[in-house]
């Protein structure tokens, strides 16, 4: 039968389907056959053949109808996964049913009466095939999940057969589908040859399963992010007998993924690669398996199938979800880098591309990978402690901060920006990622920023100077976690270029005007950070950083106009006043923009009409981090008061958010709300905290000794002043060294929900072909318009 034909056919079933007004018998096979026996349609048709209205209206108008049509598909797929789809005709089959599925079932979700019908079970369709058990007759979703699984692994249609043609059919029920994983790494050392049929069909099934887990969009954002979705609880437990070789497989195929064409350049424009779609999918499911809140559960639970793998033996009490378990034990230094090394070759992947256009293939799913790694880090801490282990953690690195310097304007990419600063705060809070930074940087991708010679912590500073003087507005949230990196690693940089350090001091510069600190609660926090970066530097790395202490004494100025801050109320009212009469403070005034790097293009805003997904709001850096002391032996010693519900007034010495502020940092006159004003008591409450004295010190010693230089030597010549500096020393004249404090992220229900909603629009709008969840009624988020 001709294409046109089966279309037509299919079309005619559906149209049936949508007026029949009487139920239709689930033994009519001849009706019900039409939909998936003798058609053959692309998945693509299947979309366009059932559109939304009537799928809408058969639910509205006869209920019974849907019903049994989800029920005969999940029929004839527990039906191939039993037989294992030998004929062609089964295969087909399969294919058609998935696709229809994938197709009804967002549907079944958007609507609250019919979310319980897939956990119920249907009359006669018990475990053992008899007539009398329906008693113990799974649920039709549980049902699906296993027989999806089956196939995952169903020689000769989505894996190799292992036999020889004189062999009879491999049993399916008999088969270990640990020999079958899909690509070679984690635990599997053997590479099956590529074959384009299987990765498809893959692919398919995959598509649907993540189409069942995606019942999530469907409920709003909860507060308590504890509630599981139970199709992903399900298919993660020890009733999925192929748990194991299904994670292992779709970890090995995403890490394993060379998008550059086996190494040869320009070769992705000789032979389409079919790999990536599978790849794609792959990740997506992997990452919405691994959504599980670690901040709340540590339920044991006894698994017997770890014996001989690449698992560690557990030692915490292990989560019920299996694939957070395996990832949390994976241990084997080969695994870590074989992961690591495939995720910074997919992620530098986008950058390849700036320096070779066109030499490689554009990977777009980066931000899958990006949630990956996070969870990786996340939920294993021997991996998180092996990336930080050597400098491949720039290999990271660099990506990240190409994406975030990438992204600063574009309003529908607010996503990509926290993820990306929320990894590097993880990374920051352990030492070794300080110490990493001083490696120069020499890679020279380009960047829409100042050319610089340093390393990479200077590429660091840098960067987060572009986003916070020329990102959007939106990103104002972020600028606490920015600097918190930036004090998580300065007792450790040993050397910052010049360009960084005047970064740096403008910032200062920007944030310690008298309007920017009296026009919200929460500014001055990020003068604090900045004095701590300035502290801990000179404290702890005086001798290889004459840039900044020169940058320091240059802008002296400032640390003395933040001494003298005026706090009587007409000062105050003044200060206000003055802002309405003046533009952005954080212009580029004050800070030399050298020329950008060659080659690269300006961040650009997005285009007018992109869509985007709404974001639940991120806690505040108080809630997001945990306080640290970092003592003599470099251990780190907890700063939290013993409950996790401190008060805020047993704040510690340094002065920290206090609550969580989702509001962006407008002046508070011009705020909606009004409550909130700047008064004399307020002010003096955190002047006299300020951090100055270690700074006052060293300008009272350096300054008189700069300035006498000068004059002996008619000098306005910086490198006779930089060469005084590299030579001098403040042993003994500053201050008792303070101890370091690190803050350190901690999990929390608060991010918890943060990445399911971002995890989740990533994916809703990335399936575009075809469009799994456009216009239907999500509700974990709103899409947006730019």
Known sequence: ????????????????????????????????????????????????????????????????????????????????????????????????????????????????????????????????????????????????????????????????????????????????????????????????????????????????????????????????????????????????????????????????????????????????????PLVEEAAQVLIVTLDHDSATSASPTVDGTTTGTAMDDADPPAPENLFVNYLSRIHREEDFQFILKGIARLLSNPLLQTYLPNSTKKIQFHQELLVLFWKLCDFNKKFLFFVLKSSDVLDILVPILYFLNDARADQSRVGLMHIGVFILLLLSGERNFGVRLNKPYSVRVPMDIPVFTGTHADLLIVVFHKIITSGHQRLQPLFDCLLTIVVNVSPYLKSLSMVAANKLLHLLEAFSTTWFLFSAAQNHHLVFFLLEVFNNIIQYQFDGNSNLVYAIIRKRSVFHQLANLPTDPPAIHKALQRRRRTPEPLSRTGSQEGASMEGSRPAAPAEPGTLKTSLVATPGIDKLTEKSQVSEDGTLRSLEPASQQSSADSSPAVEEPSQVWREQRRPSNSSASGQWSPTSEWVLSWKSKLPLQTIMRLLQVLVPQVEKICIDKGLTDESEILRFLQHGTLVGLLPVPHPILIRKYQANSGTAMWFRTYMWGVIYLRNVDPPVWYDTDVKLFEIQRV
């Open 1 to 276: 039968m001709g294409s046109a034909d089966s279309k037509l056919n299919f079309r005619k079933a559906v149209i049936q389907l949508t007026t029949k007004t009487q139920p239709v018998e689930a033994t009519d096979d001849a009706f019900w056959d039409q939909f998936w026996v003798d058609t053959a349609t692309s998945v693509q048709d299947v979309f366009a053949l059932v559109p939304a209205a009537e799928i809408r209206a058969v639910r509205e108008e006869s209920p019974s109808n849907l019903a049994t049509l989800c029920y005969k598909a999940v029929e004839k797929l527990v039906q191939g996964a039993e037989s294992g789809c030998h004929s062609e005709k089964e295969k087909q089959i399969v294919l058609n049913c998935s696709r229809l599925l994938t197709r009804v079932l967002p549907y079944i979700f958007e609507d609250p009466d019919w979310r319980g019908f897939f956990w119920s079970t249907v009359p006669g369709a018990g475990r053992g095939g008899g007539e009398d058990d329906d008693e113990n007759a799974r649920p039709l979703a549980e049902s699906l999940l296993l027989a999806i699984a089956d196939l995952l692994f169903c020689p000769d249609f989505t894996v190799q057969s292992h036999r020889r043609s004189t062999d009879s059919a491999e049993d399916v029920h008999s088969l270990d589908s640990c020999e079958y994983i899909w690509e070679a790494g984690v635990g599997f050392a053997h590479s099956p040859q590529p074959n384009y049929v299987h990765d498809m069909n893959r692919m398919e099934l995959l598509k649907l399963l993540l189409t069942c887990f995606s019942e999530a969009m469907y409920l709003p954002p909860a507060p308590d992010s504890g509630s599981t979705n139970p199709w992903v609880q399900f298919f993660c437990s020890t009733e999925n007998r192929h748990a194991l070789p299904l994670f292992t497989s779709l970890l090995n195929t995403v890490c394993a993924y060379d998008p550059v064409g086996y190494g040869i350049p320009y070769n992705h424009l000789l032979f389409s690669d079919y790999r990536e």
